[in-house]
């Protein structure tokens, strides 16, 4: 079964059918390997022929013998429980779910929702396509590669083989591959004594991002470093996905970052020029509000607070500042 997992032009899914109400079972054979390999001198079946029936979902006694091209082989008659049409869309829909954070959007004539319009639908069991008709599309068992990469079709011969399908054409299907190389490949851009922050929520982001990742080290100008290091790290983290660096021996931010991108680029040097052209505004307004709010002490805020209802019986928000001002002396006193 295919495990979900989402990327920006795909997400792929599996789903089983047990206990559903069935339309007529699909019958086909499937060829295994010679006679002269599932028998042994004495006819008895071989360890590749029970192997071969277990993989089928079949008794041994239940294979057949055929003749292809002049070379007996063995072969398993199976039969599947497949839903009827008119239940695909009530099996599936389910699965195509999405966090409430998120939005849906309707599109074209379709009632349904999702969060992107869906552009084509893969609907296969085993080497099966089943046809559906859903979001206003006809399923098939034809995907698309990356866009720049490979930007055509991809034909799909079964669920088993739509990862490495896929993969020859510069899709990287499985979140959590994309997320291990991604650290991989940030980790290696550290240099000595550098450290690369890998928080785990900017990791599963940037996976969800990409396709086919690229990691990529910029730098940026070390006057920005005289702004508080967190406020650096916010604008790098939330506005433009990067990884930040640090000095392994004394902790302090480095002027440099990593950023993932989705392409192998022949012109890396452009793509790192460009991320560093696109954060030099972000590092510049983080500058800005710090000095402005330097011009206003902490202490002449304290008033304001009186505005600020903490709760109903305990006060206000300078209230409460009050308290805790006090609270120390307090401890003091009683001699804890």
Known sequence: ?????????RAPGGAGF?????????????????LSAAQDSEGRWTKAAEGFARKQGVAPDALAIVEEQGVA???????????????????LLPGLSWPSRFQGMRWGRSRHEFLRPVQWLVLMLGEQTLPLTLFGLSSSNESRGHRFHHNSAVQISSPDGYQEALRAAHVLCDADERRNLIAEQVSALAGTNESVAL???????????????????????????????QALISAMKSHQKYFHLTDTTTGALLPAFVTVSNIESRSPSEVIAGNERVIRPRLSDAAFFFSNDKNTPLASRQE?????????????????????????????TNGR
Do not use: N, Y
Not at 211 to 218: D, F, Q, S
Not at 305 to 331: E, M
């Open 18 to 34: 047990e206990g559903c109400v069935k339309g007529p079972d699909i019958q086909r054979s499937v060829v295994g390997p010679p």
């Open 199 to 229: 928080a785990d929520d900017l990791l599963d982001e940037v996976a969800g991002l990409v396709e086919w990742p690229v990691a990529l080290r910029g730098s940026f100008d070390e006057r920005f470093l005289e702004v508080p290091a």
């Open 304 to 332: 304001r607070l009186g505005s600020v209802v903490f709760q109903h019986k305990l006060g206000t928000l300078l209230d409460k500042t009050h308290r805790i001002a006090r609270s120390p002396l307090g401890c003091r």
């Open 73 to 91: 082989r063995i072969v398993a008659h199976v039969s599947q429980k497949v839903p009827t049409q008119r239940q695909w869309s009530l099996i």
């Open 1 to 9: 079964m295919l495990k979900r997992s989402i990327s920006p032009r």
